[in-house]
């Protein structure tokens, strides 16, 4: 029987969230199916991966200097050379260190290596400690990766110059578009009235966790600047800034408008109601966040980075602002909800445009990459 084996670093957050689908095709093709990943569920008897039939718990961090990593290295190279699966498919940048790393021999007897980068840590704009660190390690691991697979354009530019066998791009991890039917009107006004909103609000929402790379401060500071009463923005996610984002809602008179939700599951269905949805990271791949949004049919207003502006066309599906410029936001909010034709038009945009980030579509183009490695 053929083997697979998908690593990542954690299970929770990365492979039940984005690659069940791929596992899944795998197994219907008869193949054995592992995982390898820590198990970051609170619970750990909740990890449950479908269509897994192994799963190895191995100790990876997301920090590179952490000394769990070697353990990890050395667990893994154990499982590699036990099992001599015909393909890995290695995620995220620990993950994929490690992995390539411990893959060596395996590979020289035939194991194919397929690398995913989410995206960079060395990016346009990113430290000089980032270029440093994860730059030439990328560059070197690059000669033990058969497949490199990049999902926005910065990164897929760059990836050319490194010597893996292959590179591909693909369009993300695939969005499942089915669940992203269109609210009727009673059951937009139901979301409105939950959430306490009146004919004359403007409902903006934005879904990232609460750290400093998703740059949320920015958001508050651009309400603060409309000086409109009825602009509401309801933030969907949890992190260590809640505190500090809160206190300067408080601090700029905002605390009304600004709504904090946590962590929710139903974002889809608040999506649905809403009116618009802002984004201001500092640093993507390709998010999720802003593809929901424009299934939902959202115009959107994100920050000028690599990723989003793979998915944001200037003035047609929102606009892109550089993440820091508080006035830019403002005035970006402002074309779009002083415009009720131009909302509209956007709107129709972004539907027909994120039909080819569909799960459909990137799994039509992810077998087409494992039959060549098969």
Same mark, same amino acid.
């Given at each position: 029987?053929?083997?697979?084996?998908?690593?990542?670093?954690?299970?929770?957050?990365?492979?039940?969230?984005?690659?069940?689908?791929?596992?899944?095709?795998?197994?219907?093709?008869?193949?054995?199916?592992?995982?390898?990943?820590?198990?970051?569920?609170?619970?750990?008897?909740?990890?449950?991966?479908?269509?897994?039939?192994?799963?190895?718990?191995?100790?990876?961090?997301?920090?590179?200097?952490?000394?769990?990593?070697?353990?990890?290295?050395?667990?893994?190279?154990?499982?590699?050379?036990?099992?001599?699966?015909?393909?890995?498919?290695?995620?995220?940048?620990?993950?994929?260190?490690?992995?390539?790393?411990?893959?060596?021999?395996?590979?020289?007897?035939?194991?194919?290596?397929?690398?995913?980068?989410?995206?960079?840590?060395?990016?346009?704009?990113?430290?000089?400690?980032?270029?440093?660190?994860?730059?030439?390690?990328?560059?070197?691991?690059?000669?033990?990766?058969?497949?490199?697979?990049?999902?926005?354009?910065?990164?897929?530019?760059?990836?050319?110059?490194?010597?893996?066998?292959?590179?591909?791009?693909?369009?993300?991890?695939?969005?499942?578009?089915?669940?992203?039917?269109?609210?009727?009107?009673?059951?937009?006004?139901?979301?409105?009235?939950?959430?306490?909103?009146?004919? +004359?609000?403007?409902?903006?929402?934005?879904?990232?966790?609460?750290? !400093?790379?998703?740059? =949320?401060? &920015?958001?508050? %500071?651009? #309400?603060?600047?409309?000086?409109?009463?009825?602009?509401?923005?309801?933030?969907?996610?949890?992190?260590?800034?809640?505190?500090?984002?809160?206190?300067?809602?408080?601090?700029?008179?905002?605390?009304?408008?600004?709504?904090?939700?946590?962590?929710?599951?139903?974002?889809?269905?608040?999506?649905?109601?809403?009116?618009?949805?802002?984004?201001?990271?500092?640093?993507?791949?390709?998010?999720?966040?802003?593809?929901?949004?424009?299934?939902?049919?959202?115009?959107?207003?994100?920050?000028?980075?690599?990723?989003?502006?793979?998915?944001?066309?200037?003035?047609?599906?929102?606009?892109?602002?550089?993440?820091?410029?508080?006035?830019?936001?403002?005035?970006?909010?402002?074309?779009?909800?002083?415009?009720?034709?131009?909302? +509209?038009?956007?709107?129709?945009?972004?539907?027909?445009?994120?039909? !080819?980030?569909?799960? =459909?579509? &990137?799994?039509? %183009?992810? #077998?087409?990459?494992?039959?060549?490695?098969?």
């Amino acid at each position: 029987m053929k083997k697979v084996l998908f690593v990542a670093t954690v299970v929770r957050l990365h492979i039940n969230m984005f690659h069940k689908p791929f596992i899944k095709w795998f197994h219907d093709q008869g193949w054995q199916v592992d995982v390898a990943a820590n198990n970051d569920y609170e619970n750990k008897e909740e990890c449950v991966i479908p269509y897994c039939d192994h799963f190895y718990c191995i100790p990876f961090e997301r920090s590179p200097f952490r000394k769990e990593n070697f353990e990890a290295f050395f667990q893994l190279k154990k499982l590699l050379e036990k099992e001599k699966y015909d393909i890995i498919h290695c995620h995220t940048p620990m993950g994929s260190v490690v992995t390539r790393l411990a893959a060596g021999k395996v590979r020289k007897n035939g194991t194919k290596v397929i690398y995913t980068a989410h995206g960079f840590h060395f990016f346009n704009g990113a430290s000089l400690i980032n270029w440093l660190v994860y730059y030439p390690v990328e560059r070197i691991l690059a000669h033990r990766t058969d497949l490199l697979i990049t999902m926005n354009q910065e990164d897929y530019k760059r990836s050319q110059t490194f010597k893996a066998k292959r590179n591909a791009y693909v369009n993300g991890v695939g969005l499942d578009l089915k669940k992203f039917v269109e609210a009727m009107p009673e059951e937009k006004q139901e979301v409105r009235r939950v959430f306490g909103l009146q004919n +004359e609000d403007i409902f903006a929402i934005s879904v990232a966790q609460l750290i !400093k790379r998703k740059n =949320d401060i &920015v958001l508050i %500071q651009a #309400v603060a600047k409309l000086n409109n009463p009825h602009f509401h923005l309801f933030i969907c996610g949890d992190g260590v800034q809640e505190t500090e984002l809160k206190t300067k809602a408080l601090e700029l008179g905002v605390e009304n408008q600004i709504h904090f939700l946590g962590f929710r599951k139903d974002v889809y269905k608040i999506s649905s109601a809403a009116d618009l949805f802002l984004f201001a990271s500092l640093q993507e791949g390709l998010p999720v966040a802003i593809m929901e949004a424009m299934a939902c049919g959202l115009p959107i207003v994100a920050s000028k980075v690599r990723g989003n502006s793979d998915l944001i066309d200037q003035g047609k599906g929102g606009y892109l602002v550089n993440p820091m410029d508080v006035d830019g936001f403002v005035k970006a909010i402002h074309k779009i909800t002083d415009n009720k034709e131009k909302l +509209e038009k956007m709107k129709k945009y972004n539907l027909k445009k994120i039909q !080819k980030y569909s799960i =459909d579509a &990137v799994m039509d %183009q992810m #077998v087409e990459l494992y039959r060549e490695m098969m």
